[in-house]
């Protein structure tokens, strides 16, 4: 089945045109050939021949993307990206996710995520020693905040320290669950900078610092262990590594404000993310209703089948709509943190459900590997806790309604 994507009246031109053109890609050169280009993440056993026959679909998939001015949409023009603004990378994001495209377009987190940090705290030795290679394909990176001893979801207690000694910090510390760790040339490390002793509330203590993996002291313990299956979200010790003091990111203490920088835009493509592939799961079970026979008839014949399809519908659009007007707040510059938490909570819990009810009509075949909605369900149920828990959004928008409430005024929820 191919993408369905009408022009979208009330954004602009460029948005409209950079959908069709995407979805355009999606639907000729990437669902057509899904199974043979995804083969090898669902730990199938491949030949040698596959692994060639694959490898050349995805460079000419490159290769087109490239010609239609589409690749590394986050990037800018200057450093070989499409140069898209916040609601066109936003809007995008959504095409993608249906189709599973991110790595093909040049979008490969965690790599995406630093090369914006780099290209908006790097020096231009940084950029031209880290950035362009990171762009280019020639390395690979990896972004080490959150410790097994320590809450995630707090990062200012973080205890990894960051000393100064002559022209060089002296790192000590232990994180986990840094993405992409097996392959990582270098990681971008939160360390704690200054006053290690003080209080731990104090978000001007936090610095990021290059470290390059083949310094000495930069331990990779292991591959955790995610659903079951063996991951590069690493367990890494840090322990007495050195680096210049010219590796540290932005000014001493900017290391809160850059996460900040990453996860504040990221939540809405994260977002559009999960729409994307609630799309592509109602796609597929909407499909399935229309040629499954069970007893004496079609599943699209039967009330909690459609009831599915009324369901998922509404948890689609009700997430969208939320998101998309939480990114024309961002863009227009309003302040939309509590629109951000809102749909970091509600938009992941409809993607759950969503998926959960395609599973639930394709039957067997729902939970297997043949079938993007398995990873899908996995995916769903860990952006719950990743990038701020469901509790701590939940916290923060009972926080600003609570303050506005204190302040003698009510929530315009027009506004
Ligand atoms: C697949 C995957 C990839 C990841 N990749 C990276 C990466 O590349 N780099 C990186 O640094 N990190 C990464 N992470 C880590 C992720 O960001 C953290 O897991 C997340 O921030 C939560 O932190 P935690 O696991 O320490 O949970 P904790 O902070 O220990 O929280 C546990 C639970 O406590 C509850 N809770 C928390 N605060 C409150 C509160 N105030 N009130 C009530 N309940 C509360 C919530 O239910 C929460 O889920 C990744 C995680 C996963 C699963």
């Not at 007007?325 to 992941?348: H, Q, W, Y």
Request: charged fraction near 25%; include cysteine.
């Amino acid at each position: 089945m191919q993408m369905t994507v009408e022009p979208i009246p009330n954004v602009s031109e460029r948005i409209n045109e950079i959908r069709r053109l995407t979805a355009r890609i999606v639907s000729r050169e990437i669902l057509p050939n899904e199974s043979m280009l995804w083969r090898m993440q669902s730990g199938e056993k491949v030949s040698p021949a596959d692994i060639e026959a694959a490898g050349e679909v995805r460079s000419h998939i490159k290769e087109t993307v490239r010609q239609a001015g589409l690749w590394a949409p986050h990037l800018p023009e200057e450093y070989g990206g499409a140069g898209l603004d916040f609601l066109e990378l936003a809007y995008m994001n959504e095409i993608l996710a249906y189709g599973m495209a991110a790595a093909l377009f040049g979008v490969v987190a965690p790599n995406s995520g630093n090369q914006s940090i780099l290209v908006k705290y790097g020096t231009d030795e940084q950029k031209e020693k880290w950035l362009l290679p990171l762009i280019d394909g020639r390395m690979e990176s990896g972004f080490s905040m959150t410790e097994p001893d320590q809450a995630g979801s707090d990062p200012r207690s973080l205890k990894t320290t960051a000393r100064r000694d002559g022209d060089e910090w002296v790192i000590n510390g232990h994180k986990w669950f840094t993405s992409n760790g097996l392959r990582a040339d270098f990681f971008i490390v939160m360390c704690r900078t200054e006053d290690v002793d003080g209080p731990a509330d104090a978000n001007a203590k936090m610095t990021q610092i290059i470290v390059p993996r083949d310094t000495p002291g930069v331990h990779i313990l292991r591959g955790i262990n995610v659903w079951g299956r063996d991951s590069d979200h690493c367990e890494i010790r840090y322990e007495d590594v050195r680096v210049p003091l010219d590796n540290q990111l932005g000014r001493t203490g900017s290391g809160h404000q850059a996460a900040q920088d990453r996860l504040g835009a990221g939540r809405i493509y994260h977002c559009m993310n999960s729409i994307g592939q609630m799309w592509r799961a109602f796609d597929l079970m909407v499909e399935r209703m229309m040629v499954r026979e069970v007893h004496g008839g079609l599943l699209e014949t039967k009330q909690f089948m459609q009831g599915f399809i009324a369901e998922s519908y509404m948890d689609i659009q009700a997430a969208r709509l939320m998101t998309i007007n939480c990114a024309e707040k961002m863009a227009a510059g309003l302040d939309a943190r509590t629109d951000i938490s809102s749909i970091k909570v509600f938009v992941p819990a409809a993607y759950e459900r969503v998926v959960d009810r395609a599973i639930q009509v394709w039957g067997a075949a729902g939970v297997t590997g043949d079938l993007p909605l398995a990873a899908m369900y996995q995916g769903a149920r860990t952006l719950r806790l990743a990038d701020g828990p469901d509790e701590v959004h939940r916290i923060l928008i009972a926080k600003n309604v609570l303050s506005r409430y204190h302040a003698g005024e009510g929530w315009d929820f027009a506004s």
